[in-house]
């Protein structure tokens, strides 16, 4: 089974920096669609970005677009999210998704999480 972990999370003041990595280990990320997702406290968990397998292919929600840039290097088994001009509302919880999609099913694999935090 896939397993993924998350990183790089932490406490930035309005207008910071961070980068997110989303680790594999045991299969390859090759196969994967992998996607960025958030969940703040009494709020519902939301997608922030995804990445086609290849990397050829990206998207992000509206409140990030021009802030974040979601990448990947499968030489190394890591996604990442550079995020960047932090706001308040970017703190979360943030998850790294890995799903494959077969003609037999959808396999979705998610990490434990890491935690943003932005002060105002």
């Known amino acids: 089974q896939l397993q993924l972990a998350e990183s790089g999370g932490g406490l930035v003041h309005t207008g910071g920096s961070l980068r997110l990595s989303c680790a594999a280990s045991r299969y390859t990320l090759d196969y994967y669609d992998i996607g960025w997702f958030r969940q703040a406290p009494g709020k519902e968990r939301e997608g922030v970005s995804c990445i086609s397998r290849s990397g050829g292919s990206t998207n992000y929600a509206d409140s990030v677009k021009g802030r974040f840039t979601i990448s990947r290097d499968n030489a190394k088994n890591t996604v990442y999210l550079q995020m960047n001009s932090l706001k308040p509302e970017d703190t979360a919880v943030y998850y790294c998704?890995?799903?494959?999609?077969?003609?037999?099913?959808?396999?979705?694999?998610w990490g434990q999480g890491t935690q943003v935090t932005v002060s105002s």
């Open positions: 998704n890995a799903r494959v999609t077969t003609i037999l099913k959808v396999n979705d694999y």
